[in-house]
């Protein structure tokens, strides 16, 4: 939450407060305080929107959540509780203001508790510091802070970690300045949070079972206290190694995309429950992986690698889970991740592709509906599920799972021929540019490069989609015509670039949520292949509106020769570190102008409310035993959610308030 806004909590705070005012009963606290049905139920909106995406912005489309109240309405709902009306003294302004409208660069409007300054601090400064700070820390889990001492700048490190101090040794290792007076590192960013989550993960370590998942717990709590990356490196090594157990459970600084300079990341934490049946089928896949890998178009055989110089010469399989998610602590709830982020850890262990299967049920075709043709519709709906499915495990074990960067360490040892580079696929000329020790495509690329990323790996993941083994593979017993998934998919990629459009700020001529760009920049391929495969009607009057049209039978030498072309250029791209080549080619890929602007606008009328994830809890019983508690699917429920989990108190609750609704 404190990452977001500085005002998260206290509203997270203020609603479970007045939720605990008023014991769950909000139709009776609606009575008490005199504002009415229709005032009741758009705060228990703003409230469980908020509580959902952790904090006053949303978690996908970063756009600020206001109330659709007057404040004065819920001033006099706060005088159900003393502590309701001095949270809302404190935060009002923040909470009602229009502005920051979107998470973005303080100098720029934007909002990011990442960097937390009263002085301004700008774009430019911000990635000046981030350069020369990465070439000694990895970033993942700091916020910066800019301080102005008679007109001098100088700045805060702020670093994650339990302790508010390192030992001298460690602490002169780790500053990259000679003059510390201008930059200051600065240990014990949210050590209250992760002092409590130490002591239970050292609790769960009692429990652990397996030497292996001992020791990542170990390393976990290493890192968190000492705000080590390396211990957490370390903590992912054996998580990885720790194969597919029944409960699945990972935490850390883990996703920049909230971050506009792409290198700070948001805390997540998940617990999770194995689903064997999809997990199985994920397994099969797994094991053709290097078979499918092969069909890339960057994919050209030598005699030192059967996949080509632009592949890893060992492809670890990767280990692909299902699983039900029990809880998920993030500012969204993804439908799968691939984990660790840490390339030299993936080069040498590997990595988890987790997909989340009660999230993937929950993910309907409602929202795509409005721009598919009449005709269309049933086999939509039909498909739209068994298409994400399939779209989503080439996406995260394939897309996220291949392709090879060029490094040079920091002896000046190379993972190729230095002497003789590997031929450029698209210049024809041998490599120029590669990683040097300390960079990552994170570093280089900036905040472009989440998005860019998801756009490689969506793609990817769809232009498999044609090869009919993957298909039968993940679907052993469906009885489906695959050549009409294959169309769906292509056709729920184009529905979802749509749909994307809604994050997009019109105003600003920016864009929010970075699988949003994804999903437009691969729309804005297929539609700019021509040749009538995607045709598009749209019209701002009398009502906004607007339909898709593809032609099934030029998917494979229209659709899916402009895929191929796309995922090359930016896989060369960023295994080479050609960032400019990289960033000019995504950015004109992703502009918005011309008719994109009115089809954004079209989207932005016909907007549809996000569908809010409910999670359970559970409970420890006076007999030792497990009680898991589920809620009802309604706004109520998930509020009550979120108060059982006793945030602001500090105590472990032992038995579960039961809601009343």
């Not at 005002?7 to 008023?22: F, N, T």
Request: net charge negative.
């Amino acid at each position: 939450m404190r990452q977001v806004s500085p005002e998260s909590e206290s509203i997270v705070e203020l609603i479970l407060e007045l939720a605990k005012a008023c014991n769950g009963k909000w139709v009776d606290l609606a009575q008490q305080t005199g504002i009415g049905h229709e005032s009741m139920e758009r705060f228990l909106e703003y409230g469980a929107t908020v509580l959902e995406n952790l904090g006053n912005y949303k978690g996908y489309g970063d756009r600020k959540l206001l109330p659709r109240l007057e404040f004065d309405t819920i001033e006099r709902l706060c005088k159900a509780s003393e502590r309701a009306q001095h949270l809302l003294e404190s935060i009002a302004d923040s909470m009602f203001s229009e502005l920051p409208a979107a998470i973005g660069y303080p100098d720029e409007s934007g909002m990011s508790n990442y960097y937390p300054s009263k002085a301004p601090i700008t774009k430019p400064e911000i990635e000046e510091l981030n350069s020369i700070l990465t070439r000694h820390l990895d970033l993942r889990n700091t916020r910066l802070i800019k301080n102005e001492d008679g007109g001098e700048a100088q700045y805060d490190l702020l670093i994650a970690s339990e302790r508010t101090v390192h030992s001298s040794d460690e602490d002169k290792d780790s500053r990259p300045y000679k003059d510390d007076r201008q930059i200051r590192l600065r240990y014990g960013d949210h050590s209250e949070a992760l002092r409590e989550m130490c002591g239970r993960l050292q609790k769960a370590q009692e429990h652990a079972g397996k030497e292996v998942r001992r020791t990542y717990l170990q390393n976990l709590i290493a890192s968190f206290r000492t705000g080590s990356i390396e211990d957490h490196k370390k903590a992912s090594v054996f998580w990885v190694q720790d194969n597919e157990p029944n409960v699945e459970a990972w935490s850390g600084f883990l996703e920049s995309g909230r971050d506009p300079s792409g290198i700070r990341c948001e805390f997540e934490a998940f617990v999770t429950v194995k689903d064997k049946t999809w997990t199985k089928a994920f397994d099969e896949l797994a094991k053709q992986a290097g078979h499918y890998i092969s069909k890339l178009p960057w994919v050209s055989p030598t005699a030192s690698n059967s996949l080509g110089d632009f592949e890893n010469e060992q492809f670890a399989r990767p280990s692909f889970t299902a699983l039900n998610i029990l809880c998920y602590c993030a500012s969204n709830v993804w439908t799968g991740i691939t984990c660790p982020g840490y390339e030299d850890v993936v080069d040498k262990y590997g990595r988890k592709n987790l997909t989340f299967s009660n999230r993937v049920s929950a993910n309907g075709a409602e929202r795509e509906i409005d721009y598919i043709l009449d005709d269309n519709v049933e086999l939509f709906r039909k498909l739209h599920s068994t298409c994400f499915f399939v779209q989503l495990a080439g996406h995260e074990l394939l897309g996220h799972g291949c392709g090879k960067l060029f490094k040079e360490d920091e002896e000046g040892r190379c993972n190729f021929d230095k002497s003789s580079p590997p031929m450029c696929p698209i210049s024809r000329e041998p490599i120029r540019s590669w990683y040097k020790a300390g960079e990552t495509p994170e570093s280089v690329f900036g905040g472009l490069y989440t998005a860019y990323d998801e756009c490689l790996a969506e793609g990817i993941g769809l232009f498999l989609m044609s090869e009919e083994a993957l298909i039968e593979t993940l679907l052993p017993h469906a009885n489906i015509n695959y050549r009409d998934v294959i169309y769906v998919g292509y056709l729920s990629i184009v529905s979802m670039g749509i749909r994307a459009l809604e994050s997009y700020d019109l105003e600003g001529e920016k864009w929010g949520q970075v699988h949003d760009r994804a999903r437009f920049g691969l729309l804005k391929c297929l539609y700019e292949a021509g040749d009538g495969f995607l045709t598009v009607t749209s019209s701002l009057e009398p009502e906004p509106t607007l339909k898709l049209h593809m032609d099934p039978e030029k998917i494979d030498m229209i659709g899916r020769r402009a895929l191929s072309d796309l995922i090359l250029t930016l896989q060369v791209y960023k295994a080479t570190r050609n960032q400019n080549a990289g960033a000019k080619t995504f950015i004109r890929l992703t502009e918005v102008d011309g008719q994109y602007l009115e089809w954004a606008r079209i989207a932005h009328a016909n907007r549809k409310p996000r569908t809010l994830f409910i999670h359970a809890n559970t409970f420890l019983k006076e007999d030792g035993s497990v009680e898991l508690v589920e809620y009802p699917t309604t706004k109520e429920g998930l509020i009550q959610s979120w108060l059982d989990r006793d945030l602001f108190q500090g105590g472990v609750t032992t038995k579960p308030h039961q809601p009343s609704l």
